[in-house]
Nanobody, 131 residues
């Protein structure tokens, strides 16, 4: 019954930045955390993953622009999005998988997960980038 709540979405102009935050209901140490995004008519895709020891991977279109990081003091996982473009417009979701599964299979192998490989989800937050 892990509960995740995203915040920080909104409408911004081309080239601007946003920081999304995902607040967890409990201690997420040992969990595999990720940010996904989805646009109408397309599958939900992984944007970035951070594993239980802090290693990260991200999808090619956002490399060099987006950073996923965890704030242990606030028990949140965050996504800093820089140099936003209209192609980044989507609903962004925070996701978590239990510590029993882990996510070294993703980070060690540089393999982005599918949505079906995650158990817990936030409600989503809309990000809209105008041209």
């Amino acid at each position: 019954q892990v509960r995740l709540v995203e915040s920080g979405g909104g409408s911004v102009q081309f080239g601007k930045s946003l920081r999304l935050s995902c607040a967890a209901s409990g201690d997420i140490r040992g969990y595999c955390m990720a940010w996904f995004r989805q646009v109408p008519g397309k599958e939900r895709e992984a944007v970035a993953v951070i594993d239980d020891i802090g290693h990260t991977i991200s999808t090619t279109p956002v490399k060099g622009r987006f950073i996923i990081f965890q704030d242990t003091a606030q028990n949140t996982v965050n996504l800093l999005m820089n140099s936003l473009t209209p192609e980044d417009t989507a609903v962004y979701y925070c996701a978590a998988d239990g510590p029993r599964n882990g996510c070294s299979r993703f980070t060690f192998n540089q393999r982005l997960p599918s949505a079906t490989e995650y158990t817990y989800w936030g409600q989503g937050t809309q990000v809209t980038v105008s041209a």
